[in-house]
């Protein structure tokens, strides 16, 4: 077991990885939430260069887009929150295993040049991509071996309602990015951008350097040299290079070019650097370009005659799909050719319109947003739109985190309410956030009617206990063990959501030739969903060992039977005060080989045996103090979650008169309950200590 330093050395680590992945996964979503068109563009490059696009269909890579955009973002959401911990974890997993090694390929291969992880927003390069996602990977791979420890930020109950909002905030800010411009731009055709300027190289800025590469031959041997290395005249020259050597200043615009279509002729000067307004319609495939709005684009044009401003379609498209479009819109703007991968980078919309004065952007528009007749109701100077559209990069992210959290807060207030009603109402023991109180196990009242009453007794018994409970709803959960033989009549006799059913044994084997034992499988067939285990009697007079109870538990589990497993020390041993090392050997010897999800489906109960029908019941403060011990052993090895998830009984001459008081404690969850199980009276007494 690991020691109580390594234990929080442990949980830190875990809490910390699951952060920085959270924060990075949100970070990576929101980036391509705001430019799903820019995503897809890289999809493609991805999808083209592993020579993959004959496969998939074409609406794959924007389908990838906005599916990725959301997944990021609502897993990285989830991780924060510490919600959904199996689902998030495992699928986070997943994704960085294969990222990573594919990072590897790329940085080696070099197939696209950067991996598009942050969108525009934030560019590595492979190399650094991959180291990003070493980094990530064992992050992912601490949260998914230690998932238990993520602790979580929000009520078990409010997290659906998180994860939903989450994925819809993913989902919806994506498509809203795909349906308009994206909400930030951070590419180098901002509006605002004076596109001559961008262009312009400084005088002293650093130049590019190149080298020549002479290929020669000697003797059938091929060789490269440089000026520096030229060898004699007895090699023959082949052939020469030049290759960049050093890159120099490259201005953020070193694209941009517009060649008239019919004539050829390079008007990118004469365009930029006249005077007055132009309008681009920016369409860089006019074979994909949506029609919808060809109508508003032709009186767009027509308002531009009017007015004498200047208006382009800038494509990369051939001749022929130019006419076509020709032919089905009736354009009569003139068209000029720019490179397809700047088309993209200008406007991410196909078409989308850029508005332009003395080479400035001034305005852009989406195809399904284009200005129509009222806003183009005069002259450009005399119009709003004539006017640089202001943006504030910062103004918007502030917008988007307050529409982010406003929602977020009101749910998370929600939570935090409910919680406190639920709190007064339970007066305490049912508390949800782990904020608030980490309490949200149950409460449980388990009677253990021992080798007691016959068949019609016990039916009579289990009878009666549902008519008293049968309009009532009590603060915890009922359970009564009766004999085998019992199990099944009162199963069926009784309302099993209201009142559960345990065996008080199993078998250790699976099934055979064991005369006289019952297994775990036919105590469930019988519609009893829990087993008592380990109960001192059993464990003193028919040698139930450390190791039988193990299998005992094992295929209690492994047939969803739930077990309420006893611990507890004789008298002798409390006398040489060592009962905390006997439970905890009694734990660790058969429960805590399980895996935390198998440990959080038990039911303990702590049962000194001196207390036992004796009459003498442990202190309040005596179950406190060791109930309080299981449970720090029980975080040392599953966790704090998993430990305040546990139900830990109290059991040993416990009845109505002293229920209350051992209840009261903060880790006595309930009591398992012998003689006074065995009266309706008694044990009712003992239920309600729960609802005063
Ligand atoms: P008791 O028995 O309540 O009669 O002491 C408890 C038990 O053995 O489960």
């Not at 929602?407 to 929600?414: A, E, K, Q, S, T």
């Not at 005992?552 to 611990?567: E, G, M, Q, Y």
């Not at 309930?670 to 003689?675: C, D, E, M, V, Y």
Request: charged share 20%.
């Amino acid at each position: 077991m690991e020691t109580k330093q390594q234990n929080r050395i442990l949980n830190v680590w875990v809490n910390l990885c699951r952060f920085i992945l959270g924060i990075v996964f949100v970070f990576s979503g929101f980036a391509k939430a705001v430019d799903p068109l820019g995503s897809k563009y890289k999809i493609q490059d991805y999808v083209d260069a592993f020579g993959l696009s004959s496969l998939m269909p074409d609406f794959f890579p924007l389908f990838l887009s906005i599916f990725l955009a959301t997944f990021e973002f609502s897993m990285g959401g989830f991780l924060l929150f510490g919600i959904r911990k199996k689902t998030s974890t495992v699928l986070v997993f997943l994704m960085m295993l294969f990222m990573t090694p594919l990072t590897l390929y790329l940085a080696i291969k070099n197939p696209v040049s950067d991996c598009g992880c942050f969108g525009d927003l934030f560019i590595l390069t492979n190399w650094q991509t991959f180291g990003k996602n070493i980094v990530l990977l064992i992050a992912a791979i601490s949260c998914f071996i230690w998932r238990d420890r993520i602790i979580r930020l929000i009520s078990e109950k409010s997290q659906w309602l998180i994860a939903l909002y989450l994925i819809s905030f993913g989902l919806i800010l994506s498509l809203y990015c795909y349906r308009n411009l994206p909400i930030l731009d951070f590419l180098p055709y901002k509006i605002g951008t004076n596109i001559p300027q961008s262009m312009s190289i400084p005088p002293n800025s650093k130049k590019s350097v190149y080298e020549n590469i002479f290929i020669l031959e000697k003797g059938g041997v091929k060789k490269e040299f440089s000026l520096e290395n030229y060898p004699d005249s007895t090699w023959h020259f082949i052939d020469s290079r030049n290759v960049l050597k050093e890159k120099g200043y490259e201005p953020p615009i070193h694209d941009f070019s517009m060649n008239e279509m019919e004539t050829g002729k390079d008007i990118t000067d004469s365009v930029l650097s006249s005077k007055g307004y132009t309008f681009f319609l920016v369409a860089h495939r006019m074979e994909e370009a949506d029609d919808n709005d060809i109508d508003l684009i032709n009186e767009i044009y027509d308002y531009c005659v009017e007015n004498g401003y200047g208006f382009y379609c800038l494509t990369s498209s051939l001749d022929s799909q130019i006419e076509q479009w020709k032919a089905k819109t009736g354009a009569e703007y003139p068209f000029c050719l720019t490179d397809d991968v700047t088309l993209k980078t200008i406007i991410r919309s196909n078409p989308g319109l850029i508005l332009i004065k003395d080479g400035v952007i001034l305005n852009k528009w989406h195809h399904s947003n284009l200005p129509d007749e009222y806003i183009l109701s005069g002259k450009l100077d005399k119009l709003t739109i004539g006017r640089q559209k202001p943006v504030d990069d910062v103004r918007t992210i502030d917008w988007v985190v307050f529409w982010f959290a406003v929602p977020l807060f009101f749910v998370m207030g929600i939570d935090v309410l409910v919680i406190k009603r639920l709190d007064k109402k339970k007066k305490g023991r049912y508390l949800i956030n782990p904020l608030i109180n980490n309490k949200m196990r149950k409460n449980i009242v388990a009677g253990n009617w021992k080798m007691n009453k016959n068949l019609a007794e016990g039916l009579a018994l289990a009878k009666e206990l549902n008519e008293v409970l049968a309009n009532e709803k009590p603060n915890c959960d009922v359970i009564i063990g009766t004999p085998f033989i019992h199990l099944a009549s009162v199963a069926t006799a009784i309302d099993t959501n209201k009142i559960g059913v345990a065996a008080q044994n199993c078998a250790d084997k699976e099934s055979g030739a064991y005369t006289g034992e019952v297994s775990a499988a036919m105590v469930a067939s019988t519609g009893a969903k829990y087993v008592i285990l380990g109960h001192s009697e059993r464990r003193a007079y028919y040698h139930e060992t450390l190791e039988t109870l193990k299998d005992k538990v094992k295929l209690a589990l492994a047939n969803d039977l739930t077990p309420i497993f006893c611990i507890g020390e004789v008298l002798a041993e409390r006398e040489a005060e060592k009962q905390n090392e006997v439970v905890l050997s009694q734990l660790a010897g058969s429960l805590y080989d399980l895996s935390a999800e198998d440990f959080s489906k038990i039911i303990l109960a702590y049962e000194p045996v001196w207390a036992i029908g004796t009459g003498k019941t442990a202190t309040a403060q005596q179950a406190q103090e060791i109930h309080a011990y299981i449970r720090s052993t029980i975080v040392e090895k599953y966790g704090k979650e998993v430990a305040e998830n546990t139900s830990i009984l109290y059991g040993g001459s416990c009845k109505a008169s002293n229920a209350k008081e051992l209840f009261a404690n903060p880790d006595v969850d309930g009591g398992l309950i012998g003689g006074a199980s065995l009266k309706v009276a008694d044990f009712k007494g003992i239920i309600d200590a729960f609802n005063a």
